[in-house]
């Protein structure tokens, strides 16, 4: 309210603000979504119905205090009435998304920082929504780590499921070479997101980038010594995972 001035009184002007905010994003230039929610909760998103979502989120409104305060009143909602509502607005997300055309990334894995359920982050959570969406791309980042092999045999069985190997290489290192060597023998090449960042900074995002380089050289390196692939073939492997792959999928202009 404070941010879009704006009064939210009912659940329709709650989803007419989302809708409207979310076509302005897109025009100005937003080529993905990003869910981050497994940092506090599982990936287990249902399919809600309206009345359902209606019902949560009156709940959770008369719980703020008459004056607009951030603050509950007495004590917050039900962790239940919460998931309704979240469950709700990532399904419309991910409409949005749909009719949008954008890809949807959402975070899997590891998760930064301590004491976090890491169950919470199981891609195969996500399982109906690749179900439910089928015209709708999801790259699930980190490669899920630990559950990279369940990530990767999904992603071989979904066509709209990508792996991403953000952050990984800096994660674990020699886990994530072996893992590279052994998922370019299990997916096709156009599935593998092989570099991306989090790092906030230029230096650091470049840092990583030369040991991805450096990994995914090793890498197929071998590859070409064992005969698994021609070293014509293996530097088209190269220019697609760090490069062409994430143009096509984000549809970027470059």
């Known amino acids: 309210e404070e941010h879009y001035q704006r009064n939210i009184v009912r659940f329709d002007d709650f989803l007419k603000l989302f809708r409207e905010v979310f076509t302005v994003r897109v025009k100005e230039g937003m080529v993905a979504v990003k869910l981050l929610l497994a940092v506090f909760r599982p990936l287990d998103f249902q399919q809600i119905s309206m009345s359902e979502a209606e019902k949560a989120f009156n709940s959770i409104l008369l719980r703020f205090k008459p004056n607009g305060s951030q603050q509950y009143q007495n ?42 359920t890491l169950a919470n982050s199981d891609p195969k959570l996500l399982n109906n ?17 630990p559950f990279s092999y369940d990530l990767a045999f999904m992603a071989k069985n979904f066509r709209n499921l ?18 590279f060597s052994e998922v370019l023998e299990l997916l096709p090449v156009y599935k593998i997101i092989g570099f991306g960042c989090d790092n906030s900074t230029v230096e650091a995002a470049y840092s990583e980038a030369v040991t991805v380089r450096q990994m995914l050289a090793s890498v197929l390196t071998k590859k070409v010594e064992s005969g698994y692939f021609t070293e014509s073939e293996a530097i088209q492997i190269g220019e697609r995972v760090l490069r062409q792959n994430a143009i096509d999928l984000y549809k970027l202009a470059v």
Do not use: C
């Open 75 to 116: 004590e917050g909602p039900a962790w239940e009435k919460v998931k309704l509502l979240q469950d709700f607005m990532v399904h419309q997300t991910l409409y949005h998304a749909l009719i949008h055309d954008l890809t949807v990334q959402i975070h899997g894995g590891f998760q930064l920082g301590k004491r976090n």
């Open 129 to 145: 929504l690749f179900i439910q969406y089928p015209n709708l791309n999801f790259v699930v980042l980190h490669s899920a780590m």
């Open 162 to 179: 990508y792996m991403d190997f953000s952050w990984t290489n800096t994660l674990a290192p020699a886990i994530t070479k072996r893992l």
